[in-house]
């Protein structure tokens, strides 16, 4: 990596931590959730460790929701979401909020994370009072192009062969996409650019495999989108909504920022907004509905 890459993501990293410290300062934990603090789901250090958050009793399951953290590959972790997270699993959950490895990782490591929490959550989901059976993911920004293109391994099989993992058996009933960029070959934006050079490597077949768009056929999960309007990467969601309901994929997207400026990326992780209380309160009736149809 060149110095001004370098330069360029520890400058993103020390702002973006700024600011997330700024969002959440005040907040405390919900007495009234059950906490699973760092519990390992795969061999390794802290970058596989999850934390688990329900409401549920003892013998009583909740539907599961796994949270996938953006961070542009660089930056982010399960102790900068847990607030939002805790937010979610008090709307009814058992929330699983895990680290993934970034930076100087390279391709596919979070995704192959990300697929050992989904088969550490079939094999254990009843230890943590979670439904394997009704499963919901949301996802951010990066996270939120990690999540598509899971979602669209498992409905690919030969997508899927494409990966040096095998694939957990846990299928989603719907996902929750924020902010996101579905394309890794393009859409990024400022440091995020030099992490995704980075991340590559000029692996020309990465770039290829990490644009969810050409994947999204039968059997697509249900998609609740948001982004807010004054956001840089703005154009994203709306481009991907088209394409899902063009092929018949369940889809709805939810635009903010039109009367508050101040909205940017990933506004919803602010779970004092109204805009962000709204949010998940859509996300939360389209995730019912799907289950419904599901």
Known sequence: MSFLSALALKTFVYFSA???KKRDKGLIEP??????RNVRYAPGGIEHLLDVYTLAREGEVLPSLVSVHGGGFCYGDKELYRFYCMHLALQGYTVFNFNY???????????????????FLSDHAREYRADRQTVYAVGDSVGALLLSVYAGMTVSPAYAAEYPFLMS???FRAIGLHSGVYDCGKGFLGPSRHAV????????????????KEYVR??????????????PVTAASP???????????????????????????????????AAAADCGRKQKDFFAAAGREN
């Open 18 to 20: 700024r600011n997330d």
């Open 31 to 36: 007495p009234e959730l059950t906490v699973f």
């Open 101 to 119: 490895r970034l930076l100087p990782e390279k391709f596919p490591a979070p995704l192959e994370d990300l697929n050992a929490v989904m088969q």
């Open 169 to 171: 058996p846990v299928r």
């Open 197 to 212: 050079a980075e991340w590559t490597e000029g692996n020309t077949r990465a770039k290829r495999l990490l644009c969810a």
């Open 218 to 231: 039968e059997g697509f999960p249900p998609v609740f989108l948001s982004y807010s309007v004054n956001d």
């Open 239 to 273: 481009a991907l909504a088209e394409l899902l309901r063009a092929r018949g994929v369940p889809c709805a997207c939810a635009e903010y920022g039109r009367t508050d400026k101040k909205l940017g990326h990933v506004f919803h992780l602010d779970v004092r907004s």
